[in-house]
C-alpha cells in the first residue's frame, strides 16, 4: 500500500482524503464529487469555474447560473438514469400481451448460430422477475447504494462502462456455467461488478474491505441455496469482470494512462465478445 500513500495524482487537490479519478478539463487536477462543476464537456474544479464566470459575458443573471450548476453539481445521473430505465422496463414488463420479459432475457440458447441474439447479454440487465417485487427492488437499492460511490469516484462515463462491461460479463459467465436452456434476468451480475470493482479499487487505495467481503460472501453463498433459482453464475461473471475493470481504473488512473485505460477497457471487452461465441468455437452438436 505503499505506493497508494505516495501517490496523491488519485486524490482530490481540494480534499486529500478524497480519492478520486475524474480530472478537471481545464487545468487536468483531480477533483472528487463535490467539487465538480459540469462542463459542456466533462466536469471543472471550483478554481477554473470561477476564472469561467468572471471573464463570461453576464448575459444572464449570476443567481440563475449558480442554481443551475448547484442543482448539477455532484448528482449521480447515470446512476438514477440506470434505475429508472430499469424500473420503467419492470412496469412494461407487468402489460399483459407485450411479453417484454421474454423478449430481454438471456439463456445460452441465444448464443448458438441458428438462435443468435446477441443484444439479450445486455438487455438481460434490465428486466427482473415479476413474480417477486423484491428482486427489483432490492437490485435497484443495491444500486442505488454503489452507484452514489463509484459514480462520485470515477466519474460518469467510467461508471456506466463499469456498469455495462460487468453485465456483459454476467451474461458470458451464463453462457459458459449454466444450462443453454434456461432463461435468466436481473442486474444482479453488474450489481456484483459494482461491488468488485469497489473491492479492488477500496484495497488499492488503503481502505477497509473487510464489511464489503462479508457482504460479497453472503451473497455469493445466497446463489448456491436450492429452490431459490438465483442465477449465481451471473454474480460469478459480473464479479470478475467488475473486479477487472476496478483493477484497470486503479492502475491507470493518472492523467497519462488514459490512453492506456480505454486501450485496456477496448481489449478486455474484446475477450468477452470472443468468449460469447462459445458455440461458434465449439457447436453443440
Not at 54 to 71: C, E, M, N
Not at 105 to 112: H, K, P, Q
Amino acid at each position: 500500500m505503499s505506493d497508494a500513500a505516495g501517490d496523491r495524482s488519485g486524490y482530490c487537490y481540494r480534499h486529500p482524503d478524497r480519492p478520486s479519478f475524474v480530472l478537471c478539463q481545464r487545468c487536468g487536477r483531480t477533483i472528487c464529487g463535490e467539487c465538480q462543476t459540469p462542463a459542456p464537456v466533462g466536469v471543472i474544479c471550483p478554481e477554473c469555474m470561477r476564472e469561467q464566470r468572471a471573464s463570461a459575458p453576464k448575459t444572464k443573471p449570476a443567481v440563475l447560473t449558480r442554481v443551475r450548476s448547484a442543482a448539477g453539481r455532484g448528482a449521480p445521473v447515470v446512476t438514477y438514469s440506470l434505475i429508472g430505465v430499469t424500473v420503467a422496463v419492470f412496469l412494461l414488463q407487468l402489460i399483459p400481451g407485450l411479453a417484454i420479459t421474454d423478449r430481454l432475457l438471456y439463456a445460452g440458447v441465444y448464443s448458438i448460430p441458428e438462435n443468435f441474439e446477441p443484444w439479450r447479454m445486455l438487455t438481460s440487465v434490465f428486466v427482473h422477475s415479476t413474480a417477486l417485487i423484491f428482486h427489483v427492488l432490492l437490485n435497484m437499492y443495491t444500486l442505488w447504494i454503489f452507484g452514489q460511490l463509484l459514480e462520485g469516484l470515477l466519474g460518469r462515463w467510467r461508471f456506466l462502462a463499469l456498469y455495462v462491461i460487468a453485465g456483459l460479463g454476467g451474461s458470458v459467465g451464463v453462457l459458459w456455467l449454466s444450462d443453454p436452456l434456461t432463461g435468466v434476468v436481473g442486474a444482479s451480475g453488474a450489481i456484483f461488478g459494482l461491488m468488485g470493482a469497489f473491492l479492488v479499487i477500496q484495497r488499492r487505495l488503503g481502505g477497509n474491505t473487510t464489511q464489503l467481503f462479508v457482504l460479497l460472501g453472503i451473497n455469493l453463498v445466497i446463489g448456491f441455496v436450492p429452490g431459490w433459482n438465483i442465477a449465481w453464475q451471473a454474480h460469478l461473471g459480473g464479479l470478475v469482470v467488475g473486479a477487472l475493470v476496478g483493477l484497470i481504473f486503479v492502475e491507470t488512473r493518472k492523467r497519462n494512462q488514459q490512453g492506456l485505460q480505454v486501450g485496456l477497457l477496448i481489449a478486455l471487452v474484446a475477450v468477452l465478445v470472443v468468449l460469447s461465441l462459445r458455440f461458434f468455437l465449439f457447436p453443440l452438436y
